[in-house]
Nanobody, 125 residues
Framework: QVQLVESGGGLVQTGGSLRLSCAASGLTFSSYAMAWFRQAQGKEREFLTA????????YYIDSVKGRFTISRDNAKNTVYLQMNSLKPEDTALYYC??????????????????WGQGTQVTVSS
């Protein structure tokens, strides 16, 4: 049974930082690309960033580039999202996702096989 469990969300002030973690089990973690999505209230889920199975390639949408950093530790079956310079518009439920791909990294929901339950990030102004 595959499980992705996010943690690290919370309430932070504008300009603050948070580090999200996503612990994976029940899959060969090093065979999966990993991604972070978010969904703000009343909006569709949005791709943010992804990292190749090997960790040597990363992808970001423009709105988080330079502020967010994705990383992974294949020995710990964990992917991270370091979020700096947070803004109120970053408030959302943040999800990690896993895609069993070796070439390229999907940037749409349908490209991902497994999902976590989400962790809430709230940025106060």
């Amino acid at each position: 049974q595959v499980q992705l469990v996010e943690s690290g969300g919370g309430l932070v002030q504008t300009g603050g930082s948070l580090r999200l973690s996503c612990a994976a089990s029940g899959l060969t973690f090093s065979s999966y690309a990993m991604a972070w999505f978010r969904q703000a209230q009343g909006k569709e889920r949005e791709f943010l960033t992804a990292i190749k199975w090997s960790g040597d390639s990363t992808y970001y949408i423009d709105s988080v580039k330079g502020r967010f950093t994705i990383s992974r530790d294949n020995a710990k079956n964990t992917v991270y999202l370091q979020m700096n310079s947070l803004k109120p518009e970053d408030t959302a439920l943040y999800y990690c996702a896993a895609a069993r791909v070796r070439i390229g990294v999907p940037n749409v929901e349908k490209g991902y096989d497994y999902w976590g339950q989400g962790t809430q990030v709230t940025v106060s102004s």
